[in-house]
């Protein structure tokens, strides 16, 4: 069975400051790879997708994430943060064929003005 | 509507009734998936719906939760005789049926009592 592993259940950061997320994943075949954003008080949201192609996905609001298939990975960037990125981020997989959805545990992220 | 709808989105229920959850899929979706978010926790699968195949059931926590879909449009998540580990969020999902980008509900909060 897949499974997906954020490394960091919180970060803490200032404006201006860089982020990195962590993503990996367990499955060895074909992978659509995904991030999901869920700001305060609202629902989940999709931030960027990887399906095929170039492995450095840009995605809405200045995000952008790497697929490394060597290293069954997904990280989430963004280089200089905004308080109004304070959200949790949730990284997902599923198989190429079309199945469920499998996420990380999520990584709260607190941006202090 | 123009996206995933869910009912209601606020639920107080006593220990020990039975709850039912409503999902409307948007048009044309259909793939269907029910999640479940507790307090602090990550998204933990449910139940997961594809055209008239079988569901694939295998998230579903105990058997006091059941979920069917009629007509390949709308469905119901019933939880029997409510516990209070039940409270949580309980999203749903849709998709087209290749698999592509998943768009979320605002989610059904359940507090059991």
């Known amino acids: 069975a897949q499974s997906v592993s954020q490394h960091n259940h919180h970060v803490i950061l200032s404006e201006a400051a860089s982020l990195e997320l962590g993503c990996n994943y367990s499955?060895?075949?074909?992978?659509?790879l995904f991030w999901y954003v869920q700001y305060p008080g609202q629902h989940l949201q999709l931030l960027l997708k990887?399906?095929?192609?170039?492995?450095l996905v840009k995605g809405i609001k200045g995000f952008e994430a790497e697929f490394i298939k060597s290293k069954f990975s997904f990280n989430l960037r963004k280089p200089s943060v905004q308080w109004s990125d304070t959200a949790e981020y949730f990284c997902?997989?599923?198989?190429?064929?079309?199945?469920?959805?499998?996420f990380g545990g999520g990584t709260r992220v607190l941006v202090k003005p | 509507g123009a996206g995933v709808s869910q009912s209601p989105s606020n639920k107080v229920t006593e220990k020990g009734k039975d709850v039912e959850l409503r999902c409307d899929p948007i048009?044309?979706?259909?793939?269907l998936y029910w999640y479940r978010q507790s307090l602090g926790q990550g998204l933990e699968f449910l139940i997961y719906?594809?055209?008239?195949?079988?569901?694939?059931k295998s998230g579903l926590p105990s058997d006091r939760f059941s979920a069917e879909r009629t007509g390949g449009s709308v469905s119901t998540l019933t939880i029997q005789r409510t516990q209070q580990e039940d409270s949580a969020v309980y999203l749903c999902?849709?998709?087209?049926?290749?698999?592509?980008?998943?768009?979320f509900g605002e989610g059904s909060w359940l507090t059991v009592v």
């Open positions: 999902a849709s998709s087209y049926r290749d698999g592509n980008t998943i768009y």
């Open positions: 499955y060895g075949g074909t992978v659509n």
């Open positions: 990887y399906f095929s192609g170039d492995p």
């Open positions: 997902a997989v599923n198989q190429a064929a079309g199945n469920k959805l499998t």
């Open positions: 048009s044309g979706h259909t793939a």
């Open positions: 719906f594809q055209g008239n195949s079988a569901p694939d």
